[in-house]
């Protein structure tokens, strides 16, 4: 006899989600950890009513402000988890729904896991249209929650309770998968949600996710090993899939027994510690001096789980030997196959292993090795004085404020920053001294994604200190978490940069001949333009005002106090610190590669020709790597 349990479609699926589970390596974890929510019509009488029966210790739930921050919320939480575990984020129709769209976005762009159940409006249309829904004249069955199906790897709408059974088995197989993991959608129709169905009991039996680790092809294996036995100059790009492999110890081992330098994406900074004999820093236009000039005369590029974005190869004008050619270990054949690459089509910890023992005896060129570790030691001097301070009573410089932080973390703190000028320097500068301390997105760089991508990172690193670096453009964007926060009592430090206004747009408005047009945060001057006093807005009063406890600065000794105070707080804690323009001496070093912004091809103000004069000048050293 057939058992079977009576649960409406909103019980059933968060039953089914609490025994879902992965398991990597031997270790086992649950996939789901926690749903975040924000309740409306579209959800509170469903997947609400679900999450209150079921119970927090089989499903806890966690309250956000803003559906798009919840999302990057759960994004912290499974980057910082390893890929292993994630969240769900529930919402209701309408606006609770496309609030999720750049939050999936994100998370799909990035490769992280989170579930995605917005309401949608009624299955059976007992009244069409109900409140919020979108009137498509030409489709009766879309909805507003179709926005979410480019940015989601998977997507489906539950418009029968039997179709749950195999939507949730599909949506789990994706979330659990390395190479297809991303932003799943089950959009649920608020009827739905609410009926009633008998459900086989198998459903809800403990199932088990392996995480599995592909090996690489030996043919492709012994090709990359030729390769590599033949280049003179070799350099290994380590992106994120280093640390979605877990990976690390992996690489380490390979760079120490064959001498070949390598150099970080910003997902992959931190592979390796900053001060490996074989570290030579970011890569791309965000790079260190060392690692551009290496990927400029390399002969062979080992790309070892990046994407192979426009920022890593300077817009395709980064690797200019003639002779150079690729590699693409990963464990993605859409991403092995860039570049023309000769594809190694593998998990990375095992394509880094079974490479490594392929090469057994082999090592680069000892003068090869020694001119990379100099000019390392070199760049490692430059960074030292964009980090010193001559005077303690006068306001800090980013670059300052970084140096200041530097000094005081160890590799236990995690650095979270997505946009704005911050990336840039963090990516040239920061000293990474563990795996995972340095947490920059910059696959979708969102602006916003730093305070509740701190919650929930802290969430998933609990005795850790996590600090979320914003600048005062990406603060206005998104602090509602800060909330969140406060009420959950997850002491994640904010540190907001106020320097009044877009900064990274406006030095790049100023390079590609926009002149700062709109970007700073000032007052109308008599012409109409914003080139009047700077707003009277007090960002640290707000977040004081969020629940906050908040250390204010004006000098770099102010912020030298207030950073370590701001460490050992037991509360959710901000520091507010207001920069100024480095001169030429303490800035940081400018960007060593190009990135393609065009420029206006035509125009009559001078900013504008002379920017593209350079342009066509960088341009012109774009290659096809074929």
């Known amino acids: 006899m057939r058992h079977t349990i009576r649960l409406t479609v909103a019980q059933a699926l968060v039953r089914f989600l609490a025994r ?11 996939l789901i950890a926690a749903t975040w929510g924000i309740f409306g019509h579209g959800n509170v009488a469903g997947i609400g009513q679900a999450l209150l029966e079921t119970g927090r210790a089989d499903m806890p739930f966690l309250q956000g402000r803003n559906e798009q921050a919840m999302v990057h919320a759960a994004v912290g939480f499974a980057r910082q988890s390893g890929r292993l575990s994630a969240h769900a984020v529930t919402t209701s129709i309408g606006p609770g729904a496309t609030n999720l769209v750049t939050g999936a976005a994100l998370a799909t762009i990035n490769r992280i896991p989170v579930l995605l159940l917005p309401g949608d409006s009624f299955a059976t249309r007992p009244a069409d249209p109900v409140l919020q829904q979108l009137e498509v004249p030409y489709a009766g069955d879309v909805s507003v929650n179709d926005t979410l199906r480019p940015v989601s790897r998977h997507f489906d709408r539950i418009t029968r309770p039997e179709a749950l059974i195999p939507a949730a088995l599909q949506a789990v197989r994706v ?12 959009a649920l129709p608020q009827d739905v949600q609410a009926q009633a169905y008998d459900w086989p009991e198998e459903f809800f039996a403990e199932r088990v996710w392996g995480i599995r680790r592909p090996r690489p092809d030996r043919g492709e294996l012994a090709r990359a090993a030729e390769a590599v036995r033949t280049a003179a100059r070799p350099l290994l790009i380590a992106g994120g899939g280093i640390r979605h492999s877990g990976a690390q110890a992996a690489l380490a081992e390979f760079a120490e027994a064959t001498g070949i330098p390598v150099a970080s994406t910003q997902a992959g900074k931190g592979a390796l510690p900053y001060d490996h004999p074989a570290d030579v820093g970011g890569v791309g236009h965000t790079g260190t001096a060392t690692a551009d000039g290496l990927a400029r005369g390399a002969d062979l590029v080992i790309a070892a789980g990046t994407r192979l974005t426009d920022f890593t190869t300077a817009s395709a004008t980064l690797f200019q030997n003639p002779a150079v050619r690729f590699i693409g270990l990963n464990l993605d054949p859409y991403d092995a196959h860039k570049l023309a690459a000769r594809p190694l089509v593998a998990d990375a910890r095992e394509g880094l292993e079974e490479l490594g023992r392929a090469l057994a005896g082999h090592r680069v060129d000892r003068a090869y090795e020694a001119a990379y570790r100099q000019a390392k030691a070199d760049w490692e001097e430059q960074v030292d004085r964009a980090y010193a301070v001559a005077d303690e009573d006068a306001p800090p410089t980013q670059a300052q404020l970084l140096g200041l932080l530097d000094g005081l973390v160890d590799a236990g703190d995690i650095l979270i920053n997505a946009a704005g000028s911050l990336p840039g320097d963090l990516h040239k500068l920061w000293r990474s001294r563990s795996a995972d301390q340095y947490h920059v997105e910059y696959g979708y ?6 305070i509740p991508a701190a919650l929930g990172t802290a969430l998933a690193a609990p005795d850790r200190p996590v600090w979320a670096l914003v600048g005062d453009g990406t603060y206005l964007m998104n602090p509602t978490e800060i909330v969140t926060a406060v009420q959950e009592g997850v002491p994640i430090k904010v540190l907001i940069v106020d320097n009044h206004g877009y900064a990274s747009i406006g030095g790049l408005s100023g ?9 700073a945060y000032r007052f109308r001057a008599g012409d109409g333009s914003y080139t009047g006093p700077p707003l009277p807005v007090d960002l640290a009063a707000n977040a004081a005002s969020l629940g906050m406890a908040v250390i204010r600065t004006r000098t770099v000794g102010d912020l030298r106090k207030a950073l370590a105070q701001a460490r050992e707080a037991d509360r959710p804690t901000c520091v507010y610190a207001q920069t100024r323009t480095p001169d030429t001496v303490s800035g940081p070093p400018p960007a060593q590669a190009w990135w393609d ?9 001078t900013a504008a020709v002379g920017a593209r004069e350079e342009y066509d000048r960088q341009a012109a050293q774009r290659r096809r790597h074929l």
């Open 445 to 450: 760089s969102c602006m916003g994604y730093e």
């Open 175 to 186: 979330l659990a998968d390395p190479v297809q993991t991303g932003a799943v959608t089950l």
């Open 20 to 30: 879902q589970y992965t398991e990597r390596d031997g270790r086992r974890h649950r």
């Open 597 to 605: 912004v065009p420029v206006a091809e035509t125009a009559t103000r």
């Open 511 to 519: 390079a590609v001949g926009g002149e700062g047009f709109g970007t």
